[in-house]
């Protein structure tokens, strides 16, 4: 590790120290945590996948998690990147063993996580679970893992669970980063890589601390299946994105695609926008009953592609007047991602120069829509304007020509 590095990171270093006082660690320790943190080998793109939350919540049991990972597979998603099939509050039983292990609810779970993942795996994808920063999780129908985090996390690994959601409910009123800390390093001493998300809804702004930690972080309270919340998550989750990167991501909530409480034009806004910003693309839908309109949405390759894009930025917004905006972001190869944005009630007209995204005047672009999969143009010199929709999006790649 160079010194320029050592610098730069010796007060996180000492946070992190103090956070797991509970372990005996040395420097050396804490220093190749760090490392680890950078080449664990998980979240180096945004994660992508489902989540049982958004529409089961607690009605959640091993042959739903089954059943996602079929549809997953036959609709053609798994191929297109959502590999992880995450089960969220409520699969655990409300206590733990004589031992003080964690354990699958025996009802809704009876051949237990181990069994499921063995499912999982086999179908080509990585199971997820969900645990608690505090004494109980945030339905109180299962423990939390707050004093219990080695022996969780060797449970975990045990099982051969790929991605660990830890919420933040119920807590002993210490500081989140002491809390997530504990487990992260738990985590990394079982040798397993595990995608580690931080769910602490945004509170103390993870974005600025949780990238010591972990590979995703909330930056905002639970989503709503509804216009508004995705309109206002997304302005929230715009204020950190110079925090983003690969290995380490702004976590606006999950999607609410299909769920069915916005219009079509709403959930495709919905998924450009997060698609731009780097999210987790994590379903929150039953897969298995998904509509036609639904699986085109989650299926468009080429908005997954800029959300999957190596380069790693997060887009943000650049302009914003009467409801009409315009996001955009670099990708790799040169290439600039514009979303052109209508969150006003009426059709409207929006216009972008080339200048607004930084891209230098008189540059001869080929313009792609993501949505209408062809080419707008192929010379566009100066700028673009289209009329959109009300609540509706268009989306275009510029690549020079």
Known sequence: MNSRFRVRNFCSVLVFIICISKSAVSVNEAEDYTQFLLANGVGRTPPMGWNSWNHFQCNVNEWTVKTTADALVSTGLAALGYKYVNIDDCWA????????????????????????ADYVHAKGLKLGIYSDAGYSTCSKKMPGSLGHEEQDARTFAQWGVDYLKYDNCYHDGSKPQVRYARMSYALRKVGRPILYSLCEWGEEDPAKWAG?????????GDIKDSWESVVSIADQNNIWGRYAGPGKWNDPDMLEVGNGGMTIEEYRSHFSIWALMKAPLLIG??????????????????????????????????RSKDGREIWSGPLSRKRTVVLLWNRSGSMAPISVSWRDIGVSPNSSLMIRDLWAHSYVSMSKRYGLTAYVAPHACKMYILTPS
């Open 212 to 220: 010591e930690y972990g590979n995703a972080w909330r930056t905002t």
């Open 285 to 318: 839908c039953d897969v298995g009953s998904a509509s036609i309109q639904t699986l085109r949405i989650l299926g468009n390759k080429e908005v997954i592609d800029v959300n999957q894009n190596s380069l790693g930025v997060q887009g943000r917004k650049i």
């Open 93 to 116: 039983d409300q206590t733990r063993d004589l031992k003080g292990n964690l354990r699958a609810n025996s009802s809704t779970f009876p051949s237990g996580i181990k069994a499921l």
